[in-house]
């Protein structure tokens, strides 16, 4: 008997109901090519905590053939340690991808929209999708900014990264508990994947507001993100019921590794202020250069700057940049699709970026 093979192309008699209409995010390239400069996935340019590494290196050997804590209690507790509050108050997951997607699956069901800005992280929408929850765009000002006062529609829970991305472009606490106090009977979610390069995190609203949800992860500050840690802080209702979707999905997201890694990271406080404030330094150096060489740069709180230049396209520049081995981000959307996002490099990178423009925009 013949049996034919389904086509791997195209839709496939196999996919259940749905699969084909679903449009899945598309990461930053991470190229196999050597002696690139990779600016494209707001990776952090120096290396993890050595507290970290060492704490991984510990963990590998025989325990490896044990299965990790499906709790993660000593990350739990590390976490709640440095913001001061309960374990029973966080939640872990791999990576905040993975903890956005029990957020919307846990949290923001409620068969009403999720308002959410119109330009903000592209896996909304993918996650909203795929959990069949209907999405409302809040267009951002006109300086790119959010306005707590377009929030005022009737939802099924705010979904708001700060700083926002790709902007970059960050709110201050008291708008954040504006929304709070206006939607009393909505999650209110904060992404604050890039928070700690000098925007102001909501952590601290958290014991004031039942309906406040923190997300946060390691791969930014802390230089993980080939562990992939994410966490969310919030009352701890809304963390059990993250805890269930989790439980009904993988009962150990966080390997023993990661988990031993993620630990060290967060008590080394020293390594991460040091590296930060280096980023930091140097996305001041870049935004200035940028604005030098005629750019438009917005305002920003994360590791990484969003800029437009009024003579050049934004695709042009990228393959230009690409031509000369440098990899930056531009999104192919209306209003932003002459911006480049540029993920902010060692001291050496955003120099070698800078004259790179400089000779591409005729300033060199």
């Known amino acids: 008997m013949t049996v034919a093979i389904p086509s791997l192309s195209g839709v496939s008699p196999f996919w259940s109901a749905g ?11 991470q190229p196999q090519i050597a002696g690139l400069i990779k600016l494209n996935t707001n990776e952090h340019p120096y290396g993890p905590s ?6 991984i290196r510990h963990a590998t050997g025989d325990a490896l053939r044990l299965y990790p804590d499906p709790d993660a209690t000593a990350l739990k507790q590390a976490v709640a340690r440095r913001h001061g509050l309960d374990a ?18 846990a949290l923001l069901r409620h068969g009403r929209p999720v308002l959410t800005p119109d330009i903000g992280y592209s896996f909304y929408p993918v996650y909203a999708r795929l959990f069949d929850i209907a999405l409302q765009p809040v267009p951002l000002r006109a300086d790119f900014s959010v306005d707590p006062a377009d929030y005022v529609e009737p939802n099924g829970g705010i979904v708001i990264a700060n700083p926002n991305a790709p902007t970059g472009c960050a709110l201050e606490l008291s708008a954040i508990r504006a929304l709070l106090e206006a939607h009393p009977k909505s999650v209110v979610v904060v992404d604050e994947a890039y928070v700690d390069f000098g925007a102001e995190s909501a952590v601290s609203l958290v014991p004031a507001y039942p309906n406040l949800l923190v997300v946060q992860t ?33 009962s150990y997201p966080l390997d023993r590794l ?3 890694g993620a630990v060290a990271a967060l008590e080394d406080e020293a390594w991460f202020e040091q590296t930060r404030r280096q980023v930091m330094a140097a996305r001041s150096v870049l935004s200035q250069g940028l604005v030098d060489l ?23 520049l990228l393959a230009a ?5 440098i990899l930056v981000r531009q999104f192919d959307k209306p209003r932003i699709a002459d911006f480049l996002r540029i993920t902010v490099g060692t001291p050496e990178q955003v120099s ?4 790179a423009l400089a000779a591409i925009v005729g300033r060199g």
């Open 258 to 260: 990661a988990q031993a």
């Open 19 to 29: 699969v084909a209409d679903l449009s899945p995010y598309t990461p930053g390239e």
């Open 321 to 325: 940049l690409r031509q000369r081995r």
């Open 50 to 55: 050595p507290a970290a590494l060492e704490a």
């Open 218 to 250: 390691l791969s930014k500050s802390r230089s993980l993100a080939g562990l992939r840690v994410g966490f969310a802080i919030g009352h701890p209702a809304l963390i059990e019921g993250l805890e269930r979707i989790k439980g009904c999905f993988n």
């Open 352 to 355: 070698t970026l800078l004259d």
């Open 88 to 105: 029973s108050q966080v939640f872990v997951g791999n990576g905040s991808d993975e903890v956005l997607a029990h957020v919307f699956r």
């Open 294 to 316: 005629g750019f438009e740069v917005l305002p920003s709180q994360a590791n990484f700057v969003f800029a437009r230049h009024p003579a050049h396209a934004g695709p042009a």
